[in-house]
């Protein structure tokens, strides 16, 4: 998939007065095609160039970065998080609130503490793609809410995902947190399948 550039970035002053007006294109976007809901805790964005211009310029927004060296690290930052050859790229949100969090008993954690790659999947059809946690650091896993999953898709994968009758969906089977998604939508699979294609082919 093509890198973000500094050509493809809005000034501070023109991103922060249509601020808004991106905020709600991105969530009719996420809900539309990106935002997969798995059981009352985890939700999944599946990223892509757009999604990811739209983090950027938040990060740059709020630190008031507009210097093009200290940009351009960010590019290459974010620009890590874009899908690859035969990959699905998302972020993993979790929401515990501090009143679930204090009620642990001493010495317990959350099940997404100790949560493995393995035991989030994509499934289409009898097929499950196990995915891998990119990010682990114990800053996230204390509060619970900012992981990086990536999700391998062989060609055969691919193939099933594009095949309409196989229902897709994501899962989790974890010991403690057992739940799947609503199945994907048209909308949502057709996006899916574009990532794949445009880094197949930029490969």
Not at 91 to 120: C, F, N, Y
């Amino acid at each position: 998939m093509r890198p973000l550039t500094l050509d493809d970035l809005l000034s501070l002053k023109e991103y922060s007065e249509r601020r808004v007006e991106f905020y709600d294109a991105l969530q009719r976007y996420l809900d539309h095609f990106r935002r997969v809901r798995v059981g009352p805790q985890l939700t999944l964005l599946f990223e892509n160039r757009q999604t990811l211009w739209y983090r950027l310029h938040e990060v740059l927004r709020i630190a008031r970065l507009s210097e093009p060296a200290m940009v351009q690290r960010e590019l290459d930052l974010y620009n890590r998080l874009l899908p690859s050859t035969d990959r699905l790229q998302a972020a993993m949100l979790v929401s515990t609130s501090s009143e679930e969090i204090m009620a642990k008993p001493e010495g317990t954690t959350s099940w997404w503490s100790s949560l493995h790659g393995e035991e989030l999947r994509l499934c289409v059809g009898t097929q499950a793609y196990p995915c891998i946690l990119v990010t682990c650091r114990p800053e996230d896993r204390c509060i619970g809410t900012s992981f990086w999953i990536q999700v391998p898709m062989p060609e055969e994968g691919q193939r099933l995902l594009a095949r309409r009758r196989q229902p897709a969906f994501m899962e989790v089977i974890h010991p403690e947190y057992r739940h799947s998604s609503l199945p994907f939508t048209e909308d949502m699979r057709e996006s899916l399948l574009a990532d794949l294609e445009m880094t197949n082919q930029a490969a």
